[in-house]
């Protein structure tokens, strides 16, 4: 009777490596998403225009306004903090994101989120 064995390249080899860019990718929606929380300080000065640009397409509801304000600065926010780290790829020529680039995606939404983190912290 022979024994079952799984063929040499089975895929699962960058496993590791899949899940450590999971992570990075879901700290970088994690700290958009608090970035773009109401007690942001962005959030009023998002909240004015997108009042104004939200009742020319009917939408009176303040509570889809209030989501939708918060929904722009998050992907501002994820949009933004992106660019250092596509200059980062460009520059070395990477045909895919590496961890270091998505370190460098995660940073740069740190410093675009920290004003919200610091409101955060402080209970305001």
Do not use: C
Request: charged fraction near 10%; glycine fraction near 8%; charge should be neutral.
């Amino acid at each position: 009777m022979s024994e079952f064995k799984l063929p040499p390249n089975d895929g699962l080899d960058d496993r590791e490596a899949v899940l450590k860019q999971d992570g990075y990718l879901l700290g970088i929606a994690l700290v958009s998403l608090v970035n773009g929380m109401h007690f942001s300080p962005l959030y009023e000065l998002f909240l004015v225009p997108v009042a104004a640009i939200a009742t020319g397409f009917w939408i009176t509801s303040q509570l889809i306004i209030f989501y939708l304000a918060s929904l722009i600065i998050s992907v501002s926010t994820v949009v933004i903090a992106g660019v250092p780290a596509a200059l980062y790829e460009r520059a070395k020529g990477l045909k895919q994101s590496s961890v270091t680039s998505l370190q460098i995606w995660l940073a740069a939404t740190f410093v675009l989120a920290l004003p919200s983190l610091i409101t955060l912290f402080r209970g305001g």
